[in-house]
């Protein structure tokens, strides 16, 4: 994890003192379980939930061990006097590692759970403040026919509303722990003790595990976490172009002392928005390396433990702070109606295409008659400057077909808009339309 992409509390989640707090709650719990079904003395389990460790002693102990729960054990150890022997008593290492990794991760998915509700709040109240600021809609990087911002920012509100409801089911799939010993046999822990520890813990029981929890769960938080960074990228790469200088109908927030480029003051560059598709294609990597751990040789290697200290942390912290950052852009989001207006007006009206070549067929124009004849006002319309209306009222081929009254239904903003509501409505936000913004 880079301090500059981490935010505090995916920090101190991921930190070496969490880690270890983690490993001897999961620690304490077993021992209390094996204290209450009498495996071990009670007062053996009452010195555990009180033992303590030191970062210092694990570190030097790490250095000669090379195993860093070995190391661990060695630092609580002495805190525990003459009933050292019990702790960790029939346990395996990946009974609390594994057990202890589900409890940070659900903790991770809380965090960014909360996130992303905070992004959806701003994404609504953008929605709703410009639902009908219209704007042009583009495709394929042209010009097509007007939409709003609000119904911009509609699609990414449904989007996001998809994301979390996906990591609150991965949230449930990593809720799940093992207390089953070596190659997950019980052969030296009883079930028991692995359903009374799980429960003290508010974890579920691994249904089958070997030495470890099966690497599925952890692959599909990670491809779960490329999907909502696409999701922040989508909306970031919107966010781009919406300020290319060419554009320009939005910017994102500039602060007064910031500068854009070493070498040209003008510059204010969309810095954020570009940071967070960068750190998006991190996560996506991430993703592929997690489902290549769900493989492992018979019970158990290393080749997930290496991939998992770095991608975990590294994923659910950069989503984290991609959602906390996409929350501060659209907070504030500045917007330029002036730019959006003018940028509709450089269309001469040639989105009316669609509903021009609509009302020939009505009025029984063979389809490629009217298309290709349509086609060529459009065209025309750009070449000579002159708005579509202007080149269809002086055709003498249209006004065979088409009234004034067929005309002014035709080329009307209220024409394009006229299902807004129906949309807005169908995405559960509700606001009565007060008139169309220009």
């Known amino acids: 994890m880079i301090p500059r992409y981490t935010t505090q509390e ?48 694990i570190e030097k102990f790490e250095k ?36 202890a990794l589900a409890l940070r991760l659900v903790q991770a998915c809380d965090y960014i759970i909360d996130a992303l509700s905070e992004l959806l709040v701003s994404i609504k109240t953008l929605a709703l403040k410009h639902k009908n600021k219209l704007m042009m809609g583009r495709t394929h990087g042209m010009h097509a026919q007007p939409i709003t911002l609000g119904l911009k920012c509609l699609s990414w509100y449904e989007e996001t509303k998809r994301n979390i409801a996906r990591l609150k089911q991965v949230r449930e799939n990593l809720r799940f722990g093992k207390i089953s010993g070596a190659v997950g046999t019980y052969s030296t822990v009883s079930p028991k003790v692995e359903q009374l520890a799980l429960k003290r813990l508010g974890l579920r029981v691994e249904p089958v595990s070997t030495q470890v929890i099966p690497r599925d769960r952890h692959a599909e938080l990670l491809t779960t976490l490329a999907l909502v960074a696409g999701g922040l990228e989508r909306i970031a790469t919107e966010l781009r172009n919406l300020q290319r200088s060419e554009i320009g109908e939005v910017a994102e927030p500039f602060g007064s002392g910031q500068t854009g480029s070493s070498a040209m003051p003008h510059k204010r560059n969309p810095e954020l928005s570009e940071k967070i598709c960068g750190l998006s294609r991190v996560v996506r990597a991430n993703a592929l390396a997690g489902l290549e751990t769900i493989a492992q040789w018979h019970e158990r290697d290393l080749t997930n433990s290496s991939v998992e200290r770095i991608t975990l942390p590294d994923s659910t912290g950069l989503i984290h702070y991609m959602t906390k950052l996409l929350t501060r852009v659209l907070k504030g989001l500045v917007v330029f109606p002036d730019r959006m207006r003018d940028n509709i007006l450089k269309s001469l009206g040639s989105y009316y295409s669609q509903y ?13 008659v009217a298309y ?58 509700k606001q009565v339309r007060k008139g169309v913004k220009r």
């Open 10 to 57: 995916l920090a101190d989640l991921w930190s070496d003192q969490n880690k270890y707090d983690n490993w001897l709650k999961v620690e304490q719990a077993v021992a209390w379980a094996q204290a209450k079904l009498g495996i071990i003395p009670k007062p053996a389990a009452s010195k555990i939930a009180k033992s303590k460790f030191n970062l210092k002693q």
């Open 64 to 99: 000669i061990t090379k195993h860093d729960l070995i190391a661990f054990l060695k630092s609580v150890e002495p805190s525990i006097g003459q009933y050292q022997g019990f702790l960790h008593f029939g346990l395996t290492s990946y009974d609390i590692v594994d057990t």
């Open 356 to 368: 021009l070549m609509l009302a020939l067929l009505e009025k029984n124009m063979p389809k490629d």
């Open 372 to 429: 290709k004849l349509v086609q060529e006002l459009s065209f025309q319309s750009a070449r000579l400057n002159e708005s579509l209306k202007e080149q269809a009222l002086a055709n003498p081929i249209i006004k065979k077909y088409l009234n004034e009254k067929d005309f002014d239904r035709i080329f009307s903003l209220k024409t394009v808009m006229k299902n807004f509501d129906y949309i807005f409505r169908k995405a559960g936000l």
